[in-house]
């Protein structure tokens, strides 16, 4: 449990629970310098297949290359926004560039989505005119592309379950590697059959292989920019929690919401007995909340306004 926040009966006096540190927890160093190596093997594989799809004359690799061109865009976004993340929250930015992270994310599937139309497109134009395809040339340059997308693998599959950007990046090298395996049977049915519509279907496969990840990785990102609950988070559940806190006669206004990758926050009204804060139990009432839901839901930022049950009345309108 990160930093807990209450405030107590009506004169709002403050009592500051748990550990308390500002500003977003993230991991912005090790992604970013995933991300740079990733994005100089993306740009290297890049360049060798766009070579090879103007001397080979195959659609497939040039397919591929368009999708590496939009994956090194995105990857250069993601860098971008891990980099401003980085930056400490001032001013009117409470929470700094956090939420920069998950504006590339959404850029990101959106240039995913407008090259797979593109690759789609193209391939229908080619259907019942296959031009003629150098399948040697195609094959070397996207074995050597299979390989440095396996690396690329290697390097961000840790750093996936971290952020949006990440893993992002990570379907999209995954969606790179999947169609260079696609170019490579493409190319080894030319070669011994001569059947040149392979290089067609084979960029058809890979068109299909960005669209579900792009939509996949852009549904998430709106998701956090819509402020919908976090996964994992059940607001059902943690009411329950609040309520079985002794004292607590009620809990409304209950939001939870993320601010960017491995930041959830939550915020709520808990309505607490008057004798418990006559009493002066607020502080114990808030310890218990912080300890109920540090122990049952993964929430990094907590908020909590405690009220007396005179107060709650007054409150209109009043959320559930």
Not at 71 to 98: E, H, Y
Not at 102 to 117: E, K
Not at 262 to 276: K, Q
Request: charged share 15%.
């Amino acid at each position: 449990m990160g930093e807990t926040r209450g405030v107590v009966g009506e004169g709002r006096e403050k009592v500051m629970g748990h550990g308390h540190a500002h500003g977003p927890a993230t991991a912005a160093g090790p992604q970013r310098r995933r991300l740079a190596v990733v994005l100089g093997l993306t740009v290297a594989v890049l360049v060798a297949e766009v070579v090879g799809a103007v001397l080979s004359g195959s659609l497939a690799l040039l397919a591929d290359a368009g999708h590496m061109a939009t994956d090194a865009a995105g990857i250069a976004l993601a860098l971008g926004a891990v980099t401003l993340a980085q930056r400490p929250a001032a001013g009117r930015r409470t929470f700094g560039w956090a939420r920069a992270e998950i504006l590339a994310a959404v850029a990101n599937g959106l240039l995913l989505l407008a090259v797979a139309g593109y690759v789609l497109v193209e391939a229908v134009r080619r259907i019942g005119s296959p031009t003629e395809v150098g399948s040697g040339l195609m094959l070397v340059v996207a074995s050597a592309g299979l390989a440095v997308n396996l690396v690329g693998l290697a390097v961000l599959h840790r750093g996936r379950t971290e952020s949006l950007n990440v893993r992002g990046a990570y379907l999209e090298v995954l969606a790179d590697a999947l169609g260079s395996v696609a170019v490579i049977v493409a190319a080894v049915v030319i070669a011994t059959t001569g059947w040149t519509p392979a290089d067609t279907l084979a960029s058809v496969l890979i068109g299909f292989l960005v669209v579900p990840r792009a939509w996949h990785l852009l549904r998430e990102a709106l998701d956090v920019l819509l402020e919908a609950a976090p996964r994992g988070v059940d607001l059902d559940e943690v009411r329950a929690h609040i309520l079985r806190v002794d004292g607590v006669r009620g809990v409304h206004d209950l939001h939870a919401w993320t601010i960017t990758s491995g930041l959830p926050v939550l915020s709520a009204h808990v309505v607490v007995s008057d004798d418990a804060l006559a009493a002066g139990h607020g502080g114990r009432v808030l310890d218990a909340l912080c300890s109920c839901l540090g122990d049952h839901f993964d929430v990094e930022h907590c908020t909590f306004q405690l009220e007396g049950e005179a107060h709650a009345a007054h409150e209109a309108p009043v959320h559930d």
